[in-house]
């Protein structure tokens, strides 16, 4: 297939574009670097399934030649108030990857009468009252605060891809992304494997906010990119939560991360100061993809650690 990617250099749409390429399949990857990095493609310059188009996704898009498929990845993500890369601190661009972004790759899906894929996630329930989470929960979000640039985004860009869906029949999926990590990520992220991981390898105590009680589940993103690519070759159009169903306190979590990296400096507990809206809770029911799709995680929250903290040693300058 010829695949368009948005968001191409971005932790999960580079990682994407690999995984297509090595399946032979020809990328077109499409991103401004408002968040993205071009150090996430360098190593695909010079191969001929990749080309790349610099282009801002809330302006109208045009692609010469015939897509097979067209995958919206375009969006900052990250939580992390402090960082230049977070959604807080660019939150007009946040709402127009989710409105108008999507807007403009469901329009070449339509007019390319292509697959669609749309990137999702686990933000769109909110501060979950249901747990763990199904496809079928609703959320519970608010509507005004801060996350909610990003919640109501990803929410309004579901609803846009069932509308063009169930109006002019689009070949769309929805795939809902819950905690992943990887080689990739911004270090400065703000989300916790990036800070635990940057602490340790720097001998320092790990900060837990709170008690540590909160929980996550935490997938590697090897793992998430092959359930994504199943999904773009099923036919299910309704969400698909793709994710790690194991749940862990970030107390244990903190723990894991010192063990693997051999940090002695152990952990400093701290007033909560996780932002506003930020769950409590957070664990993807996963059944919908092991019946449609066959897929669950295979790699291990120490195994993808131990990939991970190789990528963070060298972009530390201590490799």
Not at 21 to 37: K, R
Not at 109 to 138: C, M
Not at 149 to 160: I, Q, T
Not at 197 to 208: F, G, H, I, R
């Amino acid at each position: 297939m010829r695949i368009l990617i948005t968001g191409a250099a971005g932790f999960l749409g580079s990682n994407l574009c690999d995984r297509l390429i090595a399946d032979n399949h020809e990328v077109i990857g499409m991103d401004n670097f408002i968040t993205g990095s071009p150090e996430n493609l360098a190593h695909l310059t010079g191969n001929d399934k990749f080309s790349f188009i610099r282009h801002d996704v809330s302006n109208f898009i045009f692609v010469p030649g015939k897509i097979d498929a067209v995958m919206h990845f375009a969006s900052p993500a990250s939580p992390n108030p402090n960082s230049p890369f977070g959604y807080l601190n660019l939150p007009i661009q946040t709402l127009k990857a989710g409105a108008l972004g999507t807007h403009n790759t469901l329009g070449v899906a339509r007019f390319q009468n292509t697959k669609f894929v749309l990137a999702s996630t686990s933000e769109i329930y909110g501060d979950p009252l249901e747990h763990p989470q199904t496809e079928e929960y609703w959320g519970h979000v608010d509507p005004i605060g801060p996350r909610s640039v990003y919640d109501e985004a990803k929410r309004f860009a579901e609803a846009l891809t069932m509308a063009y869906h169930r109006f002019h029949d689009v070949d769309t999926r929805i795939v809902r992304i819950f905690n992943t990590f990887g080689p990739r990520m911004h270090l400065d992220d703000g989300r916790v494997v990036p800070n635990f991981l940057q602490q340790a390898l720097q001998s320092q105590p790990l900060t837990v906010y709170g008690d540590g009680s909160q929980t996550r589940s935490f997938c590697y993103v090897d793992d998430l990119i092959d359930g994504i690519y199943r999904l773009l070759l099923s036919d299910e159009h309704s969400p698909v939560n793709i994710g790690n169903p194991v749940e862990t306190t970030i107390l244990k979590f903190a723990e894991t991360i010192n063990k693997i990296t051999g940090n002695s400096a152990g952990i400093v507990f701290k007033e909560d100061a996780r932002g506003e809206g930020d769950p409590q809770r957070r664990r993807p029911d996963i059944s919908r993809a092991r019946d449609i799709l066959a897929w669950e995680p295979n790699i291990s929250i120490e195994d993808g650690l131990l990939k991970t903290m190789g990528y963070f040693r060298g972009k530390m300058g201590l490799a």
